[in-house]
DNA sequence: TAGATTGTTAATCGATTAACAATC
DNA sequence: TAGATTGTTAATCGATTAACAATC
């Protein structure tokens, strides 16, 4: 009976934070960090929200599913506030990762100083390509990807980073999710196919570029309109 | 009167379509490619949705949105939806860009072979650094950054691509928009501003990275709540 | 024809906006 | 207190799902 209560407790607590929502979360970190680093205090929804694109409303019902953590007449403590996000984004430990696939990308990535500064450490890196083998990308060491298991067991690795092209990506993908990977972060143009307990985030730099082109269409089309109108 | 007339129509032709609809469209474009190299001639609704998490229906109003491509009992034709997604995305004819930044993520852009297929071409590069000036990229050489504005007028470029570091990202956007350019595809974590008749489409490495340690966590969280309930 | 599958309308669900009382 | 700004409820808008007739 009381682990019923218990367990009922717990659920109560997790809301069903929607997808939306969770996507915005990001944004509000990156601003609060520059308003921090801006040594500046406080900061309404209204600000908050303009400088996202977003309304002052829908700024204070996301907060809001997270707690209350506003204040009347006055706003949000910028300090605060950005400790409750990077809480709720998990960020306030140290994220350690493998990189799969030393090409451009995987390099990219282990190179991009942002992530150290989130705190994410990219300790392992592997490669197919023999050549590759053995190379260093900054502080680390291109291994042969048939180590990849073994280091994994070695390691305390919570994320896996595909970077290899579309046609192997999800051989390692199995290869991770085997070795215990729980979270993936997919950057091959390809649906991977996972267990329930695994998360993909995918990265598709080809669907961005796409829509890209589709808006600069479709603005030519408006300013069309707009002479056909004069 | 028939200047109105004709003004009319071309607004009616233009449905506004919602930015939910186009992101989907990528992700059609790139299974009926995968359809159309298999040889498949014929596809419906179900299974392109269900390969990529959508339902059918679903599939079938975003694709009525633009147009009667299918033939009832039997589906879609692949060839020929496909190339009405291309012709809607509009990636028939060659796109043309300069890289702002050759860092690592410019250097992933410029050798990412994929951009190439989808018709593609990253023309020119540049950067700030000194040591950087004249090295090769695959087949470009990275030009100083003074020149930008000048390559701009002597050559038909449609999108600029902004992987410099954030603090320097607006001022190269600036001058992109400034000498020409209408599309941005930006890889710094800053909201560019921009007028109007320009269009931003932004990836942002470090949201995606964020949203995976959210769900992480509370895909974790979940399975304390399945513990709990044993 | 029978079976399959589309296109489309109506019903439901979720997200955004509007309104405003509560609070500092 | 007056002014500012939050948290929250109700109203609106948009997107998804359900249902089904129309068509090949």
Chains 1, 2 share one sequence.
């Not at 006055?74 to 306030?92: A, M, S, T």
């Amino acid at each position: 009976m009381a682990e019923k209560q218990r367990r009922r407790r717990i659920m109560m607590k997790k809301k069903n934070i929607s997808m939306t929502v969770i996507r915005r979360l990001p944004k509000y970190h990156r601003y609060l960090h520059d308003l921090l680093i801006s040594d500046i205090r406080s900061v309404s929804s209204e600000e908050l929200g303009r400088k996202n694109g977003f309304t002052a409303v829908k700024v204070r019902q996301d907060l809001n599913n997270f707690g209350d953590f506003g204040c009347s007449g006055y706003g949000y403590n910028v300090r605060e506030l950005y400790n409750h996000i990077c809480e709720i984004l998990d960020i306030n430990e140290m994220h350690e990762a493998v990189i799969v696939g030393a090409g451009n990308i995987g390099q990219a990535i282990s190179n991009y100083s942002s992530f150290k500064e989130l705190g994410f450490m990219f300790k392992g890196m592997f490669d197919v390509n023999p050549k590759m083998v053995g190379l260093r990308i900054g502080e680390i060491e291109i291994q042969d990807i048939d180590f990849l298991p073994e280091y994994l067991h070695n390691n305390e690795i919570q994320i896996g980073v595909v970077s290899v092209p579309a046609k192997s990506a999800q051989g390692i993908c199995d290869v991770l999710v085997a070795n215990g990977i729980k979270a993936i972060w997919n950057f091959a143009p390809v649906d991977l196919v996972v267990p329930e307990d695994v998360i993909v985030e995918n990265v598709s730099l080809s669907s961005s570029l796409l829509t890209l082109t589709y808006f600069m269409k479709s603005s030519m089309e408006d300013e069309k309109i707009i002479e056909g109108a004069v």
